[in-house]
């Protein structure tokens, strides 16, 4: 079995966040689609905390792994360690003053899982085709 080579894996990570982009964009305009604007600025807002979270996650990863012996950042660690909390608050905010539907705010956080999932059928069909 062959292993990945980095160079691959960068590219790989390189296109995330268009498959994240492409997942959101896609999900809006079907729900805006079904007559929801409501709903799609909902699935928009979800989609825009997983997307900021993503990149707030690998910041930390990266500098963490990078770092060797010097301290890291503590904006860094901030990011890191708040993440979480502030989506939940935001959601819990929107769910309880009922401003935007929490359903799709929650549908929207899986915006980075999908863009996972694109990529890895797109990884598939690289690894058939050789």
Known sequence: ?????????????ARLPRWMLGAALAGVATIVALGKPQAALAFL???GIA??????????????FSA?????????????????P????GVYWFYKTGWLPAGPILAGLFVPA???LLEGIIELREGFRT
């Not at 012996?69 to 993440?83: G, Q």
């Open 45 to 47: 807002l979800g989609a």
């Open 86 to 89: 502030l989506a939940l608050v």
């Open 1 to 13: 079995m062959e292993k990945i080579q980095i160079p691959e894996i960068a590219r790989a990570e």
């Open 68 to 84: 060797g012996h010097i301290r890291v950042p503590r904006r860094v660690l901030l990011k890191f360690s708040v993440r979480h």
């Open 114 to 116: 999908a863009g996972v």
């Open 51 to 64: 997307t900021i979270n993503y990149f707030w996650l690998r910041q930390a990863v990266e500098t963490l």
